[in-house]
């Protein structure tokens, strides 16, 4: 099956680039409440997951056990950017279980905050694993590890106990088996499974409801939503779009990114848990997907439509500061997935500008 | 049509994400070399034609009349990466015309070569349009105006004399008739002219040969070729592409890297010329792409190969700096693009893993 284009790049009068992509929008039954696209393909979920791998964190009673408050769960959740406040409470999350950087296995980043990476250009500083984007989820990992009694050495090993938690608990949440032949390596050196891409909305859709979770679960759950949504400049930083749009739309989304082209998220008030995924990797097409994701299916104020709309539809500056095109949902995308209750087939959503026009032309005149 | 997947990004063992396109291969005659997707759908061809763009500096009489050398037209040409040889010469391009940098109308952007913009961060020296990687193209432009007698201010506006020229040289060489319903504006603020795929491998393999062209365009055309691959990191910069492929072959292959997945090239013992356009926009596909070209139809010694292999599969590395995957053309591309006489259907060239495969799952067990 041939994903079809969600999201086009356009320049002046023309469509210059296309993302194709698929799109799952699921209720904590596993009924499709909107699929466009290859729903069933598996994808690497990446760090779209962390809220489900921060589970056992909180599950275990090794957050309360060291003193994680919701600033920690919100870290251990988040794809950070590096920011002076990220780092501290990274730090701060190892402290508590008695640990260093040192024990960090995520490697090392620069911030992807400019104004970060540029404090540690500045002074010559060299980013320790602290920066690393994904540093919150390691510490909770590590801290999952003590709270279990085992060395935390290794942790990001598919084998280590810590590791044999989390995947247990995607699986679950999945419904889906994780075994060797859909294990990859992510950025950050743990293992990642690819999971069918309505495995993954049915998860967020299962946690965000509680629905057939056991209680524990349940409750976990909850209070990792509620970390996220609380402080949503802790899951990505300063104008992501994770940050803002659960920023924009205070506690009634929930919405997490991941490399590669992946988003994740659920509706609370609505039950859905989302999943989408770029079939080129673009996170400026994933994002764009979600954004007409929520614009379908999430009721908002107009004030809250009206920030919305930016996220939509972005434009695209030339570096002069004018706009020269945007990138934007495909025509009939929002109410494709508003009225969606099965899957669309390719041809019942298309571009505005189907494609660019060849343009008149004669070979003789060169 | 819809294009087939070209370059696919792996995790672990699976395919994670999917790049499709199109690549033209063309003789001086129009006759096509290879012709892979819909080679006749127009495309913004950015930054790929700067060669083309600085034929009338060339063919004025204009870069002899105020002294460039090799350097100034290697500049001409490039999309260079802010390093200290590439801001020293767009200045003195200015120079020696008279000009200054406020003159540029390119707008600032920071340096893509990273220590170049550390340099900056740490002096706290705001960069100029210098460091815009058009500098060179846009120095160009005002040298032009200066031989044509004209206000140079104004020069990146489509009905200034300037333009006048450079779309006269783009339409000419491509075969193509340029009009307003196919323009809109570049990162740096100038037209660009959407561009049949092949019309743009056209023009460069005129542009090779010399082919029907007038002696004049053929001679610039020559000069402008020979001081791209004489000297190539100013063409782009360290570690880039366009910069490493020229030089690893030394002399026997012109590439050029354009904004949002195009490349443009020629092969000047073969008489052909390329253009390869990535649908979604991706540096990474489209550099995959024309290395899949250049294996296909460069010959190379067995140490040029080797050096090459490393271009046509790369590796993806954790932030720990283990590789978890790479990325690559297809399985078959290199082979279809070396066999192709005519238009490949999508059918005839497959990934290896053709899709990520579901994994078994359970609905019922979360």
């Known amino acids: 099956m041939t994903n079809p284009v969600l999201v086009e790049a356009t320049r002046g009068p023309l469509v210059e680039s296309r993302h194709r992509g698929a799109i799952a929008v699921v209720d904590a039954h596993g009924n499709h409440r909107a699929a466009i696209g290859d729903v069933e393909a598996a994808v690497f979920p990446r760090s779209s997951v962390k809220l489900i791998q921060a589970l056992p964190l909180v599950e275990s009673g090794a957050a309360d056990a060291f003193g994680y408050g919701e600033e920690e769960l919100a870290m251990a959740c988040a794809s950070h950017s590096g920011e002076r406040r ?15 950087p040192a024990d960090l296995e995520c490697g090392v980043q620069m911030p992807s905050n400019l104004a970060a990476a540029n404090a540690l250009v500045r002074t010559g500083e060299a980013p320790s694993p602290l920066y690393n984007n994904c540093s919150g989820k390691h510490a909770g990992l590590i801290c999952l590890a003590r709270h279990l009694g085992v060395d935390p050495k290794g942790y990001a090993s598919p084998d280590h ?8 608990a995607l699986a679950a949440t999945t419904g889906t088996s994780l075994d060797a032949d859909v294990c990859a390596v992510d950025g950050c050196s743990i293992p990642t499974y690819a999971v069918p891409l309505d495995g993954l909305a049915l998860a967020f859709a299962r946690l965000v409801t509680g629905e057939g979770q056991p ?32 920023a924009a739309i205070s506690g009634r989304v929930f919405v997490k990114t991941g490399a590669e082209g992946v988003y994740c998220g659920a509706i609370p008030g609505a039950g859905f848990g989302i999943a989408v995924k770029c079939d080129d990797g673009a996170t400026r097409a994933a994002e764009t997907m979600m954004a007409a994701v929520l614009a379908a299916l999430l009721p908002m104020t107009a004030a809250e439509r009206d920030l919305f709309s930016q996220r939509l539809t972005r434009p695209i500056a030339s570096r002069a500061g004018v706009k020269v095109g945007e990138i ?8 494709a997935i508003r009225e969606s209750r099965s899957s669309i087939r390719e041809d019942t959503i298309r571009p505005a500008d189907s494609s660019i026009v060849p343009t008149a032309r004669s070979r003789g005149g060169g």
């Open 215 to 246: 209680p524990q679960r349940a409750a976990a759950a909850r209070r990792l939503f509620d970390a996220c949504m609380g402080d949503p400049s802790l899951v990505a930083g300063t104008g992501r779009f994770c940050t803002e749009v659960m």
């Open 328 to 335: 934007r949902p495909v025509a009939g995308l929002v109410d």
């Open 161 to 168: 106990p810590v590791q044999r938690a989390v995947t247990a």
């Open 86 to 100: 990220h780092v501290a409470i990274a730090r701060r999350m190892l402290e508590k279980c008695g640990r260093t």
